[in-house]
């Protein structure tokens, strides 16, 4: 029996970079796991959409879906979009089993992709006693997403930095250039900004801008690509099937 495919959905952008980082990032899991289908659909701005590749699988006989969130926290796009196409897919096309994995923050594996990309900018693992980091994310109105990147500011704050403050490039405070600003303030002469974001677009290059203005030290990539992040959407394929194989509990 063939395991289920794997979807990647990914928000889109009109930013081609946003495309072209998502495909390479999807390429790095086939590699990682050879023999595994893994299509890429997007929400917005993008082809193919997600109502086409489901269409597409479901006429070529496909069983099984796992339709995977490319989104770092459980903001608006997890909990409302992404449901309210796959429903509409289900409805459509009722011989196509399609559920939906898990987002893929907060993670360990995250955070290490995360210092990969500081690493690969300069900053060396003995820096971080003597260096302030910024963790920058898209940002989202959403309480339970800003609650998420503020605990993971707190863990790396354990890992060794002088001091880590949250900023966001929309919705919500501080933008990038007053964390840095306020790290300077608080005496951290060494600031490096880490976007947590996966792709290149509008928003990253927003946090691109406010390091450049408050005068960062260090401005590390987007996520993109990293081994750690193809492990973990791996990982959350393997969650879903192995949450759709357990039996389910009747109660008395």
């Not at 459980?74 to 992404?82: C, G, N, T, V, Y």
């Not at 928003?203 to 690509?225: F, H, M, N, T």
């Amino acid at each position: 029996m063939s395991s289920p495919v794997l979807l990647v959905i990914a928000h889109g952008s009109r930013d081609p970079r946003h495309a072209a980082t998502v495909h390479a990032l999807t390429s790095r899991v086939r590699a990682q796991r050879p023999g595994l289908r893994v299509e890429t659909a997007f929400l917005d701005f993008n082809a193919p959409s997600v109502p086409r590749v489901l269409e597409r699988l479901a006429a070529e006989g496909t069983p099984e879906v796992v339709a995977l969130p490319l989104l770092l926290t459980r903001a608006f796009h997890a909990k409302s979009d992404i449901p309210a196409v796959l429903r509409e897919a289900r409805a459509a096309l009722p011989r196509l089993r399609v559920r939906q994995a898990e987002v893929l923050g907060p993670s360990p594996l995250l955070n290490a992709a995360l210092e990969r990309r500081l690493y690969e900018a300069g900053v060396r693992p003995g820096d971080r006693s003597s260096t302030g980091l910024v963790l920058a994310s898209a940002g989202s109105s959403d309480p339970e997403a800003i609650a998420v990147i503020a605990e993971i500011a707190r863990e790396l704050r354990h890992t060794g930095w002088c001091s880590v403050r949250p900023a966001f490039a929309s919705a919500s405070l501080p933008r990038t250039e007053d964390a840095v600003r306020a790290l300077r303030a608080d005496g951290v002469r060494r600031v490096a900004v880490a976007p947590y974001v996966i792709a290149p677009g509008r928003l990253p290059d927003r946090i691109a801008a406010g390091a450049a203005e408050a005068g960062a030290d260090v401005l590390a990539g987007v996520l993109g690509p990293a081994p750690e992040l193809a492990r973990l959407l791996l990982d959350r394929y393997d969650e879903a099937n192995a949450a759709a194989a357990r039996p389910v509990a009747v109660s008395a």
